[in-house]
């Protein structure tokens, strides 16, 4: 591939909302990523929810301890970090049927860690992770569609 390709090929990203492009031949591998804005994630406080029933009320008592956990929960969540998923595409959480998952609930992870594949227009992008830490969630199906700054996975920074 030769500069004058290279530099179409980072024209044509820079107009679109591609954020990543891998193209490889027989001379070599090339990878052009676009910059990432900063994304900064505000979490609104918790709602207060009213039960109403018509029932005779005789548990006052568990509603402390059901707004308990869910207060901890919410504690919980206030420190974890959403990776987005910066195109449009198909989500996936293997290299391919037959391997096995990039990563899982649980998993350790750190920057350059490879966590899913998106594929657009008959490109496979792997998504890397940026920071140190755990996976907590996975917000997505594995072979589903994904919008572009769709949250992907909840991590808890190491």
Known sequence: ?????????????????????????????????????????????????????????????AAPSAAAPAAASAAKTDNLITVKSPMIGTFYRRQS???????????SIEPGKVLCIIEAMKL???????????IVKILVEDNSPVEFDQPLFLVEPA
């Open 1 to 61: 591939m030769d500069l004058k390709q290279i530099h179409e090929l980072i024209k044509i990203v820079n107009k679109s909302n591609i954020g990543e492009i891998s193209i490889e031949d027989k001379d070599g591998k090339v990878t052009i990523k676009q910059k990432e804005e900063q994304i900064v994630t505000v979490a609104a406080p918790p709602q207060q929810v009213y039960n109403v029933s018509h029932q005779p009320q005789q548990a006052p008592a």
């Open 97 to 107: 049927p037959d391997k096995p998952l990039l990563v899982d609930i649980g998993a």
């Open 124 to 134: 496979f992008n792997e998504i890397e992770a940026e920071i140190k830490g755990t």
